[in-house]
């Protein structure tokens, strides 16, 4: 397809508002322990959560199109950070993934058939969030070599025409669009809320000791879920990453990288070579995605 087709491909889509098919999304994510640490504290989840309808038994003769297709509800990608450098961390930040996972597909299923308001829906992962942190806790108390464990949790879930994020810790999530990088979620963390208060400016603060610690974490001491929605489109790149990636490579570069990429899994591996290049001095984990038209509505 040409630029020009695909432009014009683009424009239709963007006029129906149709949501994009599997074949039209673009996305890679990938995890690496860096070049400092001597294991992978982060992992990621990629996924969609579908609809389906399998006839078991019928008398019909043409039972075949009676068969829902398999279709796409909602876009699910989630990073977490382990906290600690140890396998504590490691452990936090799988549990949290695999229960996280197991919220979102049943809430998002009721929205979709309850057609439950996005106030519900947005409490329901807030909700979620505190019950992960309460059980990492519980598992801290009834086995001593599990206590203190923690992790960061940023997840991403879209659900045409809605981006629901959900905030623990300092992963973030970035919006690339027309040029422009922005950073949708929050840093929880001491820096960012002295910064806040004024205390510290911005440069002084990320050079500071309170950087990279955490104001707040799935298992930590505390955990202030942030739920926030947002509305997407076909002109958006979506990056997702742990501070590995934002440790080492600024968001000018960062914008660069998104300026030039030819996809999803190039522009992952690229990100990752620079955040190795400059010292790789934390695990690095990064997902990027975008839609991308293939023929016009």
Known sequence: MTARSLDMAASSAIVAGRKPRDDEIDVYGLTHPGKVRKSNQDHFVLGSLRKRMD?????????????????????????????????????????????????????????????ANETTFMNTLEEAALQIHADLLERGTQNPELRGMATT???????WPWIYLLQVGDSRYYVYREGKLNQITRDQTMAQDLVEQGVLTRSDAMNSRWAHVLSSAIGGPQAAPVVTRIRSDWHIVHLLCSDGLTKEVSDDRIREKLATMTSAKQVCEDLLQEALDAGGSDNITIIAGRAIPKDPV
């Not at 949790?153 to 659900?159: D, G, N, P, R």
């Open 55 to 115: 006839i078991m038994l019928t008398s019909l003769p043409s039972a075949n199109q009676l068969t829902l297709e398999d279709e796409r509800l909602a876009f699910l990608a989630m990073v977490a950070d382990g906290v600690g450098g140890s396998a504590k961390g490691g452990e936090a930040s799988r549990l949290a993934l695999e229960q996280v996972t197991q919220y979102v597909a049943q809430s998002t299923r009721v929205y979709y058939g309850a057609d």
């Open 153 to 159: 949790l940023t997840v991403f879930l879209a659900v």
